[in-house]
């Protein structure tokens, strides 16, 4: 089992839709979740990160964490075409004292269609 | 942020040979990681780059297929050696955020170097 999970998609919602991108991990020591876009023939892009368990808004983006079901989520209200890219979560535990390693879900294709 | 520029952007190679990719930061960092995505796929963290000291590898990855430098706290290089079509990849840098600076000032990418191996 891989530690982090995440549904590879594709994934496509017409403009204006709720976008609901999520991942699954087995380990308790994550503290700090990340996701990240990714458009083609680009490098990820940090999007938002949370640490620990709550949520977190940035525009049209909220990022959820629910620690006590090790699972994440991140939410796209209004979708636009220009939000069509690869998502991809990532995770660690504590930073410094873990060698600074992300661990990467397997990244969610998502499509919007005006 | 952190803006990491990475060259060269692209390569056309024949297998056998090498090719040295370039990361460089614009701030001082402690670590700097340089990850490997192939086609449709996730990132795979290859190795950390140390300033001062040999680089750390990954299960599956070993120094003479992927030697690393790192000479100063703004730069390093990964080397692709004897390549082979398999090698064909996007290899990406990242750096870790210093110390009391914020998490997103680190964790971001360079733009990549696109590999084909021919």
């Known amino acids: 089992q891989k530690e982090v999970e995440q549904d590879p998609g594709p994934l496509s919602v017409p403009e204006g839709a709720i976008v609901s991108l999520n991942c699954t991990y087995s380990?308790?020591?994550?503290?700090?979740f990340m996701w990240y876009r990714q458009y083609s023939r680009k490098g990820p892009e940090l999007l938002m990160y949370t640490y620990s368990s709550g949520n977190k808004e940035d525009g049209r983006f909220t990022a959820q964490v629910d620690k006590s079901s090790k699972y994440i989520s991140l939410f796209i209200r209004d979708s636009q075409p220009s939000d069509s890219a690869t998502y991809l979560c990532a995770m660690i535990g504590g930073i410094y004292n873990q060698g600074g390693k992300l661990i990467f879900g397997q990244g969610t294709e998502l499509s919007v269609k005006p | 942020s952190a803006v990491i520029s990475q060259k060269p952007s692209r390569d056309i190679c024949q297998r056998g040979t090498s090719l040295t990719i370039q990361c460089q930061v614009d701030s001082q960092v402690t670590m700097m990681f340089w990850y490997r995505q192939q086609p449709g796929q996730s990132l795979t963290l290859i190795a950390t780059a140390n300033q001062g000291s040999e680089a750390t590898y990954e299960s599956g990855f070993v120094i003479d297929k992927f030697p690393i430098s790192r000479p100063n706290l703004t730069f390093s290089t990964l080397t692709v050696s004897n390549m082979s079509p398999e090698d064909s990849s996007i290899y990406l840098c990242?750096?870790?955020?210093?110390?009391?600076?914020?998490?997103?000032?680190?964790?971001?990418f360079g733009s990549g170097t696109r590999l084909t191996v021919v």
């Open positions: 380990n308790s020591a994550f503290q700090y």
């Open positions: 990242s750096v870790l955020p210093p110390r009391r600076q914020p998490l997103d000032y680190g964790y971001t």
